[in-house]
């Protein structure tokens, strides 16, 4: 069973950094993409970045030259380095990856179970 597993939000001033890791664990043939989404109180999910297994990577203008996305492809994990953090950067996180079990021979999508990420003023 293929897991998601997220850490490293938390509380920052405005202006500060945190950096958010993501790790795959389980029986993993093959990773097609992973991605940071957000949501903010009373806002629809969005996609923050991306990262594709060429290493390919998509920003949402919102979080361009702030954010970096990186993985590390021996440990399943993606990071989002969050720079120059703003109060509207606060929200959940969540880590998506399409990923191949062991066994299956089709990419599924799984989701994380999402970390505050909080900027205060």
């Known amino acids: 069973q293929v897991q998601l597993v997220e850490s490293g939000g938390g509380l920052v001033q405005a202006g500060g950094s945190l950096k958010l890791s993501c790790a795959a664990s389980?029986?993993?043939?093959?990773?097609?993409?992973m991605a940071w989404y957000r949501q903010a109180p009373g806002k629809q999910r969005e996609l923050a970045a991306s990262?594709?297994?060429?290493?390919?990577?998509h920003y949402a203008d919102s979080v361009k030259g702030r954010f970096t996305i990186s993985g590390d492809n021996a440990k399943n994990t993606v990071y989002l380095q969050m720079n120059s953090l703003e109060p509207e950067d606060t929200a959940v996180y969540y880590c998506?990856?399409?990923?191949?079990?062991?066994?299956?021979?089709?990419?599924?999508?799984?989701w994380g179970q999402g970390t505050q990420v909080t900027v205060s003023s």
């Open positions: 998506y990856a399409i990923i191949k079990p062991l066994g299956r021979g089709t990419f599924s999508s799984y």
């Open positions: 389980g029986s993993i043939a093959s990773i097609a993409t």
């Open positions: 990262m594709s297994s060429t290493s390919t990577t």
